[in-house]
Each structure stands twice: as structure tokens, then as C-alpha cells.
């Protein structure tokens, strides 16, 4: 299967598609979950194809995401896609969209980030594997875009609220 180049995106674009998947992470909240929220955007860099919060502790917002859509897309298709996510993903977010073959990943703030706002909560025991590493083992050219500046106040003022009044252990 030959690995094309995606649309490009321009950052206008990046930044929309972020903000929009935080306002599905403040969904998430809102329903008592951890604040991640994800995008499955189409090959035209502009229809969202699906939407996905933060479920639990083993079903991230990324990994549904990425498993659903290997079950509705074939792989040639999901190639010239991309997920947009808040967080960066982990390493188990990360090996999903590997192994869903979703051809990029944009995200808003670092992995590291992250860590700094849950620290060691039992809840969120951050990794330190950035997804750029996680996909440097694979065989496929995974695009990385992220972190986005831009949008980084606006996703961490969510996660700092959520990580500052759950209990730790």
C-alpha cells in the first residue's frame, strides 16, 4: 500500500480542528470523565468524520477513536486521514492509530505537559514515550503535528480544573 502525502493542512485549519475537539473533552467532563477529546477528520483536511471523548482509564478518547474507525474505513482510506486529539497520544493511543492506519496525528499539548498538570494521579500514570518515538519503531511514515500553541491555555485550563479537585490516590 503506498504511503501518499496528506492535504495539507494550514495552521488556521489545525487550530479550528484543535479547538474543536477540546470542546469534546469539556464534554467528556461534563460527563464526569477525564478531559480528552478526539477527531477522526477526512482526507479533505475538513469533514469530521467522527468525534470521540474520553471513555476511561484503558479506552481513551484516541484508541475508540481509532479502533471504531478501522471497523467503518478501509486502510487505504484511513491512510489520507487524520486524528486530532488534545493531548498528545500515549503509547497506547499511538500503537492503535498505528496499527488502524491513520496516517497522521495532530495534536495540542505535549505528553510532558500533560504530566505536569496530573503529576503522579492514580487516575492518569502519564508515560514518558512520546508518540514521535512510538511510531519511529513502526514501518510506516506517521505525520506528527503538534504541540500547537496556540491552543495550549485553552487545553490545559480544562485539564487543570478536572486534575486539580479529582483525588489523587
Known amino acids: 500500500m503506498p504511503f501518499d502525502s496528506h492535504t495539507p493542512l494550514s495552521h488556521e485549519q489545525i487550530v479550528a480542528l484543535l479547538r474543536r475537539a477540546n470542546e469534546v473533552a469539556r464534554r467528556a467532563h461534563a ?9 477522526l477528520v477526512a482526507p479533505d483536511g475538513q469533514t469530521v468524520l467522527a468525534e470521540q471523548g474520553n471513555v ?7 484508541s475508540v477513536l481509532a479502533r471504531t474507525a478501522a471497523l467503518n474505513y478501509p486502510p487505504d482510506y484511513l491512510w489520507r486521514c487524520t486524528l486530532v486529539t488534545t493531548a498528545e497520544p500515549c ?6 492509530q498505528y496499527w488502524a492506519h491513520i496516517g497522521r496525528v495532530v495534536y495540542g499539548i505535549t505528553e510532558a505537559r500533560l ?13 514518558s514515550l512520546p508518540c514521535r518515538e512510538v511510531f519511529a519503531h513502526g514501518q510506516k511514515p506517521i505525520e506528527v503535528i503538534g504541540p500547537v500553541p496556540e491552543v495550549e491555555e485553552e487545553i490545559v485550563a480544562l485539564h487543570r480544573d478536572m486534575w486539580a479537585t479529582a483525588s489523587g490516590h
Open 31 to 39: 460527563l464526569g470523565r477525564h478531559p480528552f477529546g478526539a477527531l
Open 56 to 62: 476511561d482509564t484503558v479506552n481513551h478518547a484516541e
Open 91 to 96: 503509547a497506547m493511543c499511538a500503537g492503535t
Open 115 to 127: 504530566l505536569s498538570l496530573t503529576g503522579d494521579h492514580a487516575e492518569n500514570p502519564t508515560m
